[in-house]
DNA sequence: CCCGTCATACGAATTATTTCGTTGACATAC
DNA sequence: GTATGTCAACGAAATAATTCGTATGACGGG
């Protein structure tokens, strides 16, 4: 997917796979938690193991950072979830859509119809980036 | 990331890998085209017979449909592109960003600033949408 | 014909990702 | 202090995805 080097710092990290990216989702509600939240908060799916060894892993790429100062260590997203996500939808975006935001939305609104509401918000978010546009 | 089955033809096709979208965005690009053309157009990355083998694959799961009448077969997309990216989006909205479109968006529009044409377009896009909603 | 070129098929190696079994540390309850 | 439970750390296996080497056949030019 990408290169992948790993020294627990230094470089920008790499984008998460599928089974970290649930791991992330999980950080971001949960906030700092540990490695049993996560796990208990994913589904049954796999061992207690497993989503350690994840998220050591994860460490070691610097997607999360982690707090040892208790006997559960406690993990944390250690990029603000704007920021991956941008990464994520930036990524599909460059890869699936070629480039064009219009099709992106086109097709997340086509998987899955917003509500009014959601479409208003989305509209206000456009005005936003007019605007910034307008300035610059 | 998803269950494979693959017998040539019967349930709805996996998910397209990373280098499988590299691939079917070819052929989106370009139509029905012979391995060799999707490999050129590929970046210098990795031989032929990888592609080759990639897009045997895809067949096997049905992600791409292949006419043999010639000597260099054509190989072209099933899907259509528009729901392909449907999916595409629907997955990585359901899973990165809690099934909220307008977080996707803004993840998009950050990633890739988009003109005034482009977010004149996005709305009128929503305009489509609203109405369709008021008809249900 | 026979050869050089280009194509597919196939199998296996390589790499990436995910999973799990086992171990030792530490804490708490008894 | 000893049993019991939970945890982190490894190492290695299982799985998925990607890559490549080699075999073989079709084609066209000399």
Redo the contacts with the bound molecule.
Sequence with gaps: ?AS?SHSKESDSPPLP????IAILAVLWRLGAS???EVHDALGK???Y??T???M??MLEKGLVARNERY???LYEASAAKEETQRQLAGDLLKRAFEGSAKSLVLGALAAQPASGKDLAEIRSLLDEFEKRRGKK
Tied chains: 1, 2.
């Design positions: 997917m992948r796979t599928d089974a970290e540990t490695v049993r799916d796999s061992g193991t497993t350690l060894k994840l050591q892993l006997r559960s260590h």
